[in-house]
Every structure is written in C-alpha cells, then in structure tokens.
C-alpha cells in the first residue's frame, strides 16, 4: 500500500527550514502557490534561498516579510501590474542577493540537479556578462570539437513548492490541458522534498482515467494539501484568472513599509483559514468573476 501523504498546510510548510533553498513555481502573474507562501512567511520562516524562474507577487511579499535573503532566477516582475517594489528595496539595500540566470542557464542548472548530474551545458548565456560574475557557470570546451558551451552547474533545492489541479491521497499529482511552463516539470524533480497544494483531491481512480495527465507520482511528493483556489491571486489555468484588483491593491502600498504592514496583517498574516481569506478577498462573487475569467476590476 502507497504510503499517504495528505495533510494540512501547516505540517506541510512546517518541514521548509530556516536557511533553506526553496524553489517556487510561478511566471510572474501565473501559477504560483500562493497558499504555501502565505503559510511559510506566517511561520516567520527567514534566510531562504528562493529560487524562481520569473517571480512575481509570491516574491514581493517574501520580500516585505524578511523572509528571504538570496533571490536565484531570470526575472522578478508582476508584468503589467509593474515592478515589485519590496523586492526591488530590499535588493537595492543589499537584503536581498541576486543570482541573476537566464531562463535556460536556471532550467540548465535544475535540470542538472533533476538527472543527477554535475552540470548541463547551454548557449544561451554566451555574450552576455553573467558568466563572468557568477561561479555557477563556466565556459567550457565542446569534446566533440563544437563551439564552446556554458556548464551550469546542478541546482539542487531543498524544497519546491507547487500548486497543481489535482491529486489523490497519496501525492500522485495531475495537470489538466494547460499552459506548462518549465519550471513545473523541472523544479520538483531537481529538489530533494516536494510539497503540492491542489484545487482538489480525488479518488486514485480518477486519476486513472487521465493518467496522461500525470506528471509526478507519488513516491516524489512528500505532502499534498487541499487547497481551493490555492494559486490566487495569480492565476491558475484553465480554472481561473488572475485578480487585477487585488493586485492593484498591492502594488498601491508595496512601496510604503507601515502601509505594506497593514496590508500583510490583513491578508497574510490574520486569516486562519484559506476560507477566512477568500473571504477577505471577495467571497464567492468574486472568485465567480475570476472563474469567468473577468480579470479587470
């Protein structure tokens, strides 16, 4: 019998230490577990390493939180909604260390980590200045008698945290038909734990009738929550769109430390439940809108 790995969001983001290197999902508005990041910077959680391909609001607010102190990846940017400005002060201030990456060096690195390997070579970075500043790659001859390549060294997270459709009691995890960046099918191959939240669990039999849908057993998550909604308020294809709103309700106190506060208290911090803070966010006609995709305010 599979071992079960259903618990709560609590024990789950209880097993991320201080100090750790936390890889998260997300593409700067889509797809990110929010839910798992609220809860690891309730727990007061500091010194991570976060790792991301392109990060958005997750890393704004681990930012406002002191949560982090070493930022890996290509980009941090809510696209539309601008910059994310607690990110941006804490970097310009030196509380925050940047490793900056190309998409392909990062997913190189990963990718590396994910096969067991000690590096992967790419292209992608050659002509720029990156590698110059950074110890994690190097140029290297090709042996077979090809133009010089990058080695990018293995990145190997002690966590990622995902946010998927689906999954059953025992971890194994599904993705409908969507839009599947990189990150997603690398990052919790690359970590040594993997902690899922998914809009719903089902019966293992569900499953079985897409098991195209599949793309990480079981025997490689080590805690699935249930968490509906658990990507707002990025969005999380096809279920839902992103908030416009309550992004814009962000980025309007994100430069303002008291305002940020207060703003935090009320989202991050005080709601006990993801219900209490759905609440908070708009309630059930809200979330309605976003499953309409009615993305404006």
């Not at 010194?47 to 997750?58: Q, R, T």
């Not at 993705?175 to 599947?180: G, K, L």
């Not at 025997?219 to 990507?231: L, Q, R, S, Y």
């Not at 703003?263 to 059930?284: A, K």
Request: aromatic share 6%.
């Amino acid at each position: 019998m599979p071992q079960e790995k259903l618990t709560s969001l609590k024990e789950a983001i209880e097993m991320v230490p201080d100090g750790a290197t936390v890889a998260i999902q997300n593409m700067a508005t889509q797809s990110a577990p929010m839910a798992a990041v609220r809860e690891l910077i309730r727990q007061g959680r500091t010194g991570l390493e976060v790792v991301a391909l392109v990060g958005g609001i997750p890393i704004d607010l681990m930012a406002a939180a002191g949560s982090m102190d070493r930022f890996t990846g290509a980009a941090v940017s809510m696209e539309q909604f601008g910059l994310c400005q607690a990110y941006r002060n804490a970097v310009e201030s030196g509380e925050i260390v940047v490793q900056e990456l190309s998409e392909t060096a990062l997913n190189a690195r990963l990718g590396a980590g994910a096969r067991n390997l000690p590096f992967l070579p790419t292209r992608g970075l050659i002509g720029t200045d990156l590698i110059a500043i950074n110890p994690d790659l190097v140029m290297i001859s090709d042996p077979f008698g090809g133009l010089d390549v990058v080695a990018c060294r293995a990145l190997i997270p002690d966590i990622a945290l995902i946010h998927c459709h689906r999954a059953d009691r025992f971890g194994n995890l599904q993705m409908e038909p969507t839009a599947v960046w990189p990150d997603i099918g690398i990052m919790p191959k690359a970590a040594n734990k993997v902690i899922a939240t998914v809009e719903e669990i089902v019966d293992t039999e569900v499953l079985r009738n897409s098991p195209e849908r599949t793309f990480l057993p079981g025997f490689m998550v080590d805690a699935v929550v249930e968490v509906p909604f658990g990507a707002h308020p990025t969005s999380f294809n096809p279920r839902y769109g992103y908030d416009t709103a309550f992004h814009h309700e962000w980025i309007a106190v994100a430069r303002d430390p008291e305002g940020a506060k207060l703003w935090m208290e009320r989202y991050v911090y005080e709601p006990d439940t993801q219900e209490e803070y759905l609440d908070r966010v708009g309630g059930v006609s809200r979330l309605e809108e976003l499953k309409r995709w009615e993305i404006t305010e």
